[in-house]
């Protein structure tokens, strides 16, 4: 039996529309969502179908307002949760523009949310050797380690450093939102090998993406497609080929 390790059910999100009386626009409206764990989910969708509100609403952004709807990560409720509490109990983002944060190293900025998750001290030299291998298999060279989080970074550095923080968190739930945008073939192949060589049995992924490539080696178990903040159509990796086909005209009907 599948151990359930995300469930969403009737997700309306809204946010700030930036007009002065403060009115709020519904972004998501009636999400339902099952992960369990082992599984590699993807959601596909136009530009502003509400793809990047979704991954955020899981990590608790709070730009972004549950008006109703319930989210539970291993039977606990997540909307009782702080972005970091959700961090800690194993919830992963991988950002579409990842920030840069001068003053702190990529191997401090990663072995402190190690400590801070597990809860023990990280042997520094185990640690670095970990690291380095995971760099290694990356593509990412060494010295990467001691510059400053994405500071200076090409795009594609930055999304390697990405998956490089997925490999050495090993989180329970890996939330994907466009990993691959901007990179080239090599380099998604690079990131793909890198989020294959992560999922197993105990974790899943969830995972945004326009380009399908970085989904060639990885075993999909369901594709949800949204569009205008509603889930409309969601089937096997059969879907994706049909998207990539025909695109998402043939849905257009179904919102």
Do not use: W
């Not at 998501?28 to 599984?39: A, M, Q, T």
């Not at 840069?100 to 185990?126: C, D, F, H, Y």
């Not at 899943?204 to 594709?223: G, P, S, Y």
């Not at 059969?238 to 990539?244: A, F, P, S, T």
């Amino acid at each position: 039996m599948m151990e359930k390790l995300l469930n969403i059910k009737n997700l309306q999100v809204s946010v700030a529309d930036g007009e002065a009386d403060g009115a709020l626009k519904e972004i998501l409206k009636g999400i339902n969502l099952e992960v369990n764990k082992g599984e590699i989910h993807v959601v596909l969708g136009p530009n502003g179908s509400g793809k990047s509100t979704l991954m955020n609403a899981i990590m608790g952004h709070p730009k972004y307002q549950i008006t109703d709807g319930t989210m539970d990560f291993e039977g606990e409720d997540l909307l009782e949760l702080k972005t970091f509490e959700r961090a800690r109990r194993g919830i992963f983002l991988s950002f579409q523009t990842p920030e840069e944060i001068p003053g702190i190293t990529v191997e401090n900025m990663i072995r402190t949310a190690k400590q801070s998750i597990t809860g023990e001290n990280i042997k520094i030299l185990k640690f670095r050797k970990e690291l380095k291998a995971a760099m290694k298999e990356l593509q990412m060279d060494e010295s990467y380690a001691q510059r400053y989080m994405n500071v200076g970074f090409s795009g594609g550095e930055k999304k390697r450093n990405e998956i490089l923080q997925m490999l050495m968190l090993q989180p329970k739930l890996a939330l994907l939102d466009e990993t691959d945008s901007g990179l080239d073939v090599d380099a998604i192949q690079i990131v793909s090998n890198g989020v294959k060589r992560f999922h197993n049995e105990d974790n899943a992924c969830l995972i945004i993406t326009h380009n399908t490539r970085i989904l060639k080696q990885l075993k999909v178990d369901r594709v949800h497609v949204l569009m205008q903040g509603k889930l409309v159509a969601e089937g096997g990796p059969e879907l994706i080929d049909k998207i990539d086909k025909d695109g998402f005209g043939f849905l257009q009907g179904a919102e």
